[in-house]
């Protein structure tokens, strides 16, 4: 091959590079945050947990679905890692990885709010809860769910399923919880709670998620508590906690890190 063939090629690889990155493939939805929020806190706080323990548990549920785990190309890696979008054992796997991640870094003894456990045990159970809607889908690590929109990510979409995924999570809530020595005495009735739930958004729809605001009401009236707005965590795409100004408004500053991201760090995914 002649010098100018060589040169053809390595263009054509870097538009082929630089066409691929520009693809911004949208972040990949997940139960709404009537599940990882408010769900999650109404349970976390029948178990014992403080408002306070509670909040940071399921605002870090939510969050997995924010700026980190879920951008750019990174989503492709991500969707199996954070979001149940792999096959049943290597979801089990990452799942147990997960839940031994949150066990290693509970401290009992240490103030909610320097707690790593309590985050790293919301984001075990973001994944946890997200299987029960994504784990079925074909060839789910590439392009998610998107043949059903945002409709499995309503509770109302598969109810039975949506109870089972409850379930599952207050058996892990109530375990994490023993952890932390607190009692487990309240009775949760998840059939009134997913079921005030689904009457609060009971349409699923293709194009968009469930009101929060019906969820917190839900919530609110089976507690008989108000319950705090969720915190906002940015994670790296390894679920650290990074400071939430990693993506400046700036657009082309945000899209060279991206660029960044999406080339040279993708490796570094454990
Ligand atoms: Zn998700």
């Known amino acids: 091959m002649g010098r100018r063939g060589i040169t053809a090629v390595a263009a054509s690889a870097l538009l082929a590079l630089t066409l691929l990155a520009s693809v911004q493939v949208p972040a990949v939805q997940a139960f709404s945050a009537d599940t990882h929020y408010y769900l999650t806190y109404c349970l976390c706080r029948s178990c014992g947990f403080s408002a306070e323990q509670s909040r940071i548990i399921a605002s870090a549920d939510l969050s997995v679905d924010g700026g980190g785990t879920d951008t750019g190309f990174l989503y492709l890696l991500n969707n199996p890692l954070w979001h149940g979008l792999s096959v049943p054992p290597l979801n089990d796997l990452r799942e147990g990885c997960l839940w031994d991640r949150a066990l290693a870094r509970a401290a009992p003894q240490s103030p909610a709010g320097s707690d790593a456990g309590l985050i790293a045990f919301g984001q075990f159970l973001h994944l946890q809860q997200d299987r029960h809607a994504h784990e079925s889908y074909f060839l789910a690590p590439v392009w998610g769910h998107f043949y059903d929109g945002y409709m499995t990510d309503w509770l109302a979409f598969r109810p039975g399923s949506s109870r089972a995924m409850a379930e599952e999570s207050l058996s892990y809530i109530a375990a994490f919880a023993s952890i932390y020595g607190l009692s487990n005495s309240t009775e949760v009735s998840l059939d009134l709670l997913i079921g005030g739930l689904i009457s609060a958004n009971p349409s699923p729809s293709f194009w968009s998620t469930s009101s929060s605001a019906a ?51 993708w490796h570094a995914l454990w």
């Open 215 to 265: 969820a917190s009401g839900v919530v609110e009236s089976y507690l008989g508590e108000s319950v705090p707005a969720p915190m906002v965590f940015a994670f790296s795409h390894q679920g650290e906690v990074v400071p939430p100004s990693r993506y400046p408004p700036i657009p082309l500053f945000s899209y060279l890190q991206l660029l960044y991201e999406q080339f040279l760090l």
